[in-house]
């Protein structure tokens, strides 16, 4: 697909579905909070975008989501996010990010933030900074097209570079922050069409423009 639409990948997505795709087991969202109406509020948040792609799957306390992400591990269940409240009171939230990214490496992991205490001492500011989590997730996280969504979108295509090139059905190209490209990932992710993206000015961009003799193509390229 060159100067791919949102149609053409919509398209594609529609007949994806039809015929299936490998990898069908959903990547897992795993939250963990102790506050029950945040933990509520999240999910359903989640579940009304995300569900018919992943599994939205939740903890009331960082033992229990460990035991869980121990289960899923074994099983060979793949982990897309790790949401933790920083407010969990059983152990620091960064710990029990990094005990749970040791189970699940792959998955990314976001700090769920109040956004009256962020400031540039905030312990997730140094914790980001020394590597120990991936984002954070404002509390409150509305209105959910501008906050919410966007945002797990972000999450959601950092976590799909990192998977094996093997496992992607789609690879785009297009130029870092296209707004167009962020649309067609969406589209993919909501379908539950596994992709891997590159910008047009990186190594691996470069050679799969290269390879398809797409050199100098309008972006976004989408093979």
Request: proline letters at 6%; one cysteine or more; a negative charge.
């Amino acid at each position: 697909m060159r100067d791919t639409s949102i149609a053409d990948v919509s398209g594609y997505v529609a007949a994806a579905a039809r015929v299936g795709l490998p990898n069908t087991r959903r990547p897992i969202f795993l939250l963990v909070t102790e506050d029950a109406p945040r933990l509520e509020a999240l999910t359903m948040d989640l579940k009304r975008r995300y569900s018919a792609d992943y599994r939205v799957v939740t903890a009331a306390s960082a033992g229990a989501a460990l035991t869980m992400l121990a289960e899923l591990a074994d099983s060979g269940a793949v982990v897309a996010l790790l949401i933790a409240d920083e407010r969990l009171l059983e152990m620091p939230a960064v710990d029990f990010l990094a005990r749970a990214h040791d189970l699940h490496p792959g998955a990314r992991r976001v700090l769920l933030a109040e956004r009256g205490d962020w400031s540039a001492t905030h312990p997730a500011v140094c914790a980001m900074a020394l590597g120990k989590i991936d984002y954070h997730l404002y509390v409150p996280w509305y209105p959910l097209e501008r906050v919410l969504y966007p945002a797990v979108s972000e999450f959601l295509a950092a976590w799909d570079k990192t998977r094996e090139p093997s496992a992607a059905a789609v690879r785009i190209v297009d130029a870092p922050h296209s707004a167009r490209a962020y649309r067609i990932r969406d589209v993919l992710s909501r379908g539950g069409v596994p992709y891997l993206s590159f910008d047009d000015d990186s190594g691996q961009g470069r050679q799969l423009l290269r390879e398809a003799g797409l050199e100098g193509a309008p972006l976004p390229v989408a093979m």
